[in-house]
C-alpha cells in the first residue's frame, strides 16, 4: 500500500508541475500569482527530483545485487 500511495503522490506532483508551468507559460497571470506559483512549482520539482533519486538509488542496489549473485 505504501508503494502504491508513493507512486501516486509522485504522479500526482508531476502533474501538479505540468498545470503550474502550463500556466506560467500563459503569460496571463499577475506577478504575484507568477511567484507564488514559481514557489510552487520548486518545491514540487524538488518532492519529484527526491523520489526518482530514491528509485534511482534502489535500481542501482537491484542491479548490484544481481551482479554480485551472478557470480556466486
Not at 508531476?14 to 506560467?24: D, F, G, H, R, Y
Not at 514557489?39 to 542496489?61: A, H, M, N, P
Request: glycine share 6%.
Amino acid at each position: 500500500m505504501k508503494k502504491e500511495k508513493e507512486q501516486s503522490g509522485f504522479e500526482e506532483n508531476l502533474t501538479q508541475l505540468e498545470a503550474i508551468v502550463t500556466k506560467l507559460e500563459s503569460g496571463k497571470l499577475k506577478l504575484d500569482e507568477g511567484i507564488s506559483l514559481y514557489e510552487d512549482g520548486v518545491k514540487l520539482y524538488q518532492q519529484c527530483r527526491k523520489r526518482l533519486s530514491e528509485v534511482e538509488k534502489k535500481i542501482t542496489q537491484l542491479n548490484e545485487s544481481l551482479d554480485e549473485n551472478e557470480f556466486k
